[in-house]
Each structure stands twice: as C-alpha cells, then as structure tokens.
C-alpha cells in the first residue's frame, strides 16, 4: 500500500504591551486566523488541528489589542469547554484575565433572562427544568387534556418533548416535524398541540422554563425588545462561537442578531464534524455562512497534530466522497505510523473477540485498556463486545447512564432549594410529596393545589419587601394550609417535611447551599437513603460532594442554574470512573466527538447498520453519516481498525445471512489500508 507521508478596531482603550510572540506559538494557518483584522470571519479548523489553541489565542490576541473584556462574547457548546479556554486565556496573559461573558448558549441565555425576564412576563427567580422535569410536566399535562394514550397510541411524554424540542430549534412547525420524521403520529397533530398549548401556560403560571426556553425565550426578548437589543448589540464588539457546525437554527439567529452592529463576528468549526441534526443542529449554518456575511474572510487550518499520516490519509479520503464541504485536506505533523487495518471476521461474536484479543495484545506491547476506544454507530451493535469482554475480565466503561446532576438522590435534595427559591414550582413540590409515605399522585395534585392557594401573601404582607411584584408567596404558610388534608399514615413525615422547610426559609441557613443540603440529609433523608438504595454509602458521599461544591456559589440562584447548565447533554461525557483501575471505553461515536485514542476500533461497518438504513435514503443524512465515519476515523492518534462481519444473526426467526460491507468501505481507495480475515 502505498504511504501517504492586523487589527482595526474603534474603541478607546489603549492596548496591552504584547506578552505573546504569537508567530512563535502557532503555526502559519493558526496565526492568520488568530490575527485577522475585525470584519466577519469563517474558521475552518479540521480533526486536531488545533481549534482549542486558535480559539483561545484569538481571544488573549483581542485583549492584548485593547478589547475591553466585557466587549467580547465567546459562546460554546460546554461548560468545560468555556472553562477550559478560559484557564488557558489566564495562563496566557496572567491569573487575573476573565471574560466575563463566555460560556455556553444556554448559560449566557439564563444570565439574559435573569436580568430581562420582566419584559416577557416572567419573575427573575424562574426555576429551570432539566429534562426529567420539563417530561414530568408533559405527561400531567396529557393527562389534563384527557387524552387517552393507549386508545389514540399517544406518544409518552418523553417522546413528545423530543418532537416538540426538535421543532422550537428547528424554529418549525410541529407538524413538519411530525411529517419528516414521526410520520405515524402525523393524525395526532391537532392533540399534541393542545398539550403545547397547556405545557406553554404551565410553564408561564409556574414560572418555569425547560432547556429549549433558554434558547428560544432569549431570542424573543432581543426580536421584541428594542432597547434591550441594542444593548447588547453595541456591548459585544467582538462574537467567538465555537463548534458552529452544531449551532441550531436559534443559535445562529441569536448570534446573527447579536453581531449586526459591529459585524465582528469570528465563527470557528469543522463542516465535516457536523453529525447533530437529530438534535436540531442545522449544517446551513456552517456551509452558508459566507452567502450570509458577504464581507467574510474564510481561514482553513488543516494541519493535523493528532493522527499519523496514514490514518489521516484514510480520513481525507473518507470525507472526500461527500459533495457539500468545505475543501481541505488534513496534512500531518507526525512521523509515519502503521496503516490502518481492515478487519473482516465470519460473524459479530468473532468480531468481538478479535477486537478483545488484539486489546490484550496492545496491552502487552505496553498500551493501556484507557488508550483505547471502540466507537460503534449505534448501542445494540456491542452487544457481543461487552459479552465478550465480561467473559474474559476485560474492565471497561460505557459512555451511557445516568449523569451525576441527574440521579434521583440529587434531584430530591436539590428540590427542597428549588422549592425554597421559587413556591409556585411544582414540579419540586410534587417530587417532595411523593417521597412521603403514603402520598401517591392524585394525593400530591390535591395537596399541590392547597399549597399553592395557601402559599400566596397579600399585598399588605408583601408591602416594603418587594415593590415591584404584586404577589408573594411563602413556603411556610403553604405547607400549613396543606395540613389539614393530610392522612393519618403521612402525618409523622409530614410534620417532619414542614418543620424541616420552614427551618431552611430563616436567613441564616437560606443563603449557604452547603447548610441546606446538610439540613436536609440531618432532617431524615440520610434515614430514607438508608431503607431505599442498597449503596445508601455512595449516594450519601455524592450529597456531601454536592455540599462542597455548593461552596462556591454566592446565591441559591447562581448554584441551581448552574446545576440545570451541568445536566446539559455534552458529547463524550459519560459514566465516571471511580478507581485506578485500567477501563477500555466503549462508545457511541456521536459520544466520543471531541475525544482522542492512541487504538481505535470501528465496529459493524456494515451496510444496513452504519450507514443506517434509513440514513441512506436520503443524500443530505448520507453526506452526515460519512461524516460519522470520518470523526470516528479521527479519534484514532496512532493505530486504526475498522471491523466488519460477514454474517449476522437476527432475532426474527431467519437465522444467519450474508452482509455486504459499509459503502463507505467499499468507496476507499485500496491503498489507504491493509486488510486482514480474521480465521
């Protein structure tokens, strides 16, 4: 096989003496983008190519010009993205250097909305619903609307709040989102949106707001208000957005909005990563960029720092196939390596354990299990894998479960805060309940609306307190117009539940997160940890963790909409390892963008199976599923194997037959791998 081997700007402070040789510290593609002039700018950085390094250097570049701080706006897809680059600006040009406006969309949308919600008609102490929340009110909501799920074959509340995220990003009706993809629930349209209706009123009666109002609520106060609008228009002299590829139709309106004064709006991103659409991530965004910003200046950085030359000789050859890109070709910066490996085995078990054999095999040429991934396109298709790892003690972990802000014994304490912050939340107040014995949810709805009626304050008690609302509401004397309507087998736990709230509304434990949390667990919900969860221990250690990093934060505010930003869904963040202990990853390859491996194995590159069937229907979801394939080729640092079997079993009674190999196989050129038959 053969090898493949100045800126202008009119703001009135003065710059910053340069502490950075910017020439010195990146190469000549990176430098270009780095110091480009103001102006719209489209970055176009490939697979390890330094995107990170170009991003942060570009903003410690706008400092050392004399950019105010306040004035620039870096947008990013995660938390620890945003505080990553951060950590690296500080490095860079000292301790003290903040951007006080960078995180991600959601984050900068909720500090938005804290300070404006006014003006659409919501309190500033709204609570924000992660996932499970926004779900939960769903289905009450359904169930309000007298719909009978199993006589109309309803969607479950969770599939519903999918279809309906799914059209708020889009910014689209939900009927076109019925009709292109869930076309069997296309006779139920005028249903579901009756329940929209009622999940929008439930959400503004409560003052609540799910993920999607962050974006889309946002959006709406700078289109409405005019003032506030340009603010922020004049504010933000210069806009970074990273990860544009995975931007959604709101996004790219909010930064459209936001960068029309000034037009310094630098976009960085990778056309060929762009592998979200079925979250909502539009790649229009990326690709017409240009067509939108006539006057922008589009900068390539292909020089690759992650993969040997062979595999990125696959990769460009891989991403080659595709008709709408950007052109580019990822050039490498490493010496020679080995060329990728083919792998065809006779079925999916010999697969899996070719795939466990050769890890033990690396192992012992002294990789470790952490220096290797095997990414698959869909969970079902490790199967085998994990039956065969398990039989042969082979630790690993799975990037799938339950997110440490998302585990039941966290949401019921944090509840309790939620509750104490904002007394019409009742999704809070109704999960609190129902941890009583005795209270199911038709108990929990009555006591709910005795609460609510009985939580409200007059004007006169509110005089002198809060001027600018009309109503308040209180804890304390909701929770004692309840009490009368509890039965006999709650009573106990009730009494308990009431004095341990209005104990945590005194000032003195109210403002110290690490105090309530402590309270709660003090107050008898270290006793309900004990009789319901079998590792009562490592729960509880998780609670006392969530008291220290509850230390951080100023106000019960700032530490819950922290919170509901950390259950955000972040690709590659999966299970947490809890001991020294050597773990292969197993992965989705929409899980594992981002991430990189010394080994890598590609699994079930079959037709049928990646691409997915219906994916090849379609040019525009075969163009993204090559796309796939590519990322998943790009994690690979040093060796690469790409597996198929011949033969697969199905569950429908037919047995074994013969599979045809990935077309995007079959499309590679024989010169960029060597393939071996697994005997």
């Not at 949810?441 to 001027?467: C, H, I, M, T, Y």
């Amino acid at each position: 096989m053969a090898k493949a081997y100045q800126l202008k700007r009119d703001v009135p402070r003065q710059p910053r003496e340069g502490q950075i040789d910017y020439r010195a510290e990146l190469n000549e593609q990176q430098w270009a983008a780095v110091t480009s002039p103001k102006g719209p700018a489209l970055v176009i950085a490939g697979a390890g190519a330094g995107k990170t390094r170009t991003l942060t250097y570009r903003v410690a570049y706008l400092l050392e010009q004399g950019i105010p701080p306040e004035c620039i706006l870096l947008l990013t897809f995660t938390n620890k993205a945003a505080r990553e680059m951060m950590q690296r600006v500080g490095d860079l040009l000292g301790a003290q250097t903040l951007v006080p406006w960078g995180g991600t969309f959601h984050s900068i949308g909720a500090r938005m909305l804290r300070r404006h919600c006014d003006r659409i008609g919501f309190q500033p102490d709204f609570t924000i619903m992660d996932r499970e929340d926004a779900t939960q009110l769903l289905q009450s909501c359904i169930q309000s609307a007298g719909i009978d799920i199993k006589a109309t074959r309803f969607p479950k509340a969770k599939v519903l709040a999918d279809i309906l995220s799914l059209a708020t990003n889009r910014q689209c009706s939900v009927e076109h989102i019925l009709e292109n993809q869930f076309p069997y629930f296309s006779h139920l349209a005028e249903e579901m949106a009756r329940v929209q209706q009622a999940y929008r009123r439930r959400k503004a009666e409560n003052h609540m707001m799910d993920f999607d109002d962050l974006l889309c609520r946002w959006l709406e106060c700078l289109q409405s208000e005019e003032d506030i609008r340009g603010r922020y228009q004049q504010q933000f002299q210069f806009i970074l957005v990273d990860e544009y590829q995975d931007t959604n139709k709101i996004q790219s309106d909010l930064v459209d909005i936001l960068a029309a004064t000034h037009q310094n709006v630098m976009v960085v991103g990778d056309d060929s990563q762009s592998i979200y659409s079925w979250r909502g991530a539009h790649f229009a965004n990326i690709f017409e960029f240009p067509k939108r910003y006539q006057e922008a200046k589009v900068y390539k950085i292909e020089t690759n720092y992650r993969s040997t030359p062979e595999i990125l000789h696959l990769a460009n050859a891989i991403i080659g196939c595709n008709q709408h890109q950007f052109s580019k070709s990822l050039t490498p910066a490493r010496s020679p390596g080995i060329a990728p490996m083919l792998v065809v085995t006779n079925d999916a078990h010999e697969q899996a354990m070719f795939v466990a054999q050769k890890a033990l095999e690396l192992r012992e040429e002294g990789f470790e299990l952490n220096d290797m991934a095997i990414l698959y396109r869909s969970h079902f298709h490790a199967m085998e894998l994990q039956m065969e790892l398990t039989s042969r003690n082979i630790p690993f972990s799975i990037t799938s479960g339950i997110r440490f802000f998302e585990q039941a014994h966290i949401k019921d304490v944090t509840a309790y805060i939620k509750l104490l912050c904002n007394p019409v939340d009742e999704l809070s107040f109704v999960r609190l309940v129902r941890l009583l014995p005795g209270i199911g949810a038709r108990s929990a709805e009555k006591l709910w609306k005795a609460f609510r009626e009985g939580s409200v304050l007059s004007n006169e008690q509110s005089e002198g307190q809060d001027p600018d609302w009309t109503i308040r509401y209180s804890v304390s004397a909701g929770l004692k117009a309840c009490a009368q309507k509890v039965g006999k087998k709650s009573k106990t736990a009730w009494d308990q539940f009431q004095c341990t709230l209005e104990q945590m509304e005194d000032p003195s434990l109210s403002q110290s997160i690490p105090g309530m949390i402590r309270h709660v667990l003090e107050a008898g919900y270290e006793d309900y940890l004990k009789g319901e969860y079998s590792n009562y221990r490592n729960r509880l250690e998780d609670l006392q963790q969530l008291a220290h990093y509850g230390e951080g934060f100023d106000t019960p505010e700032a530490f819950l909409t922290q919170l509901a930003l950390e259950t955000e869904m972040e690709p590659g963040r999966g299970q947490e390892q809890t001991d020294d202990e050597e773990r292969i990853k197993l992965s989705s390859i929409h899980q594992a963008k981002g991430l990189e491996f010394k080994i890598v194995f590609v699994i079930m590159l079959c037709e049928g199976l990646f691409p997915s069937e219906r994916s090849a229907e379609y040019e525009d979801s075969e163009e993204e599923e090559r796309r796939l394939f590519y990322v998943a080729s790009t994690r690979a640092m040093n060796e690469l194997y790409l597996c198929y079997p011949l033969m697969r079993f199905t569950h429908h009674g037919t047995g074994d037959f013969m599979q045809n190999p990935s077309r995007f196989l079959t499309e590679l050129p024989k010169e960029v791998y060597e393939e071996i038959r697994v005997q």
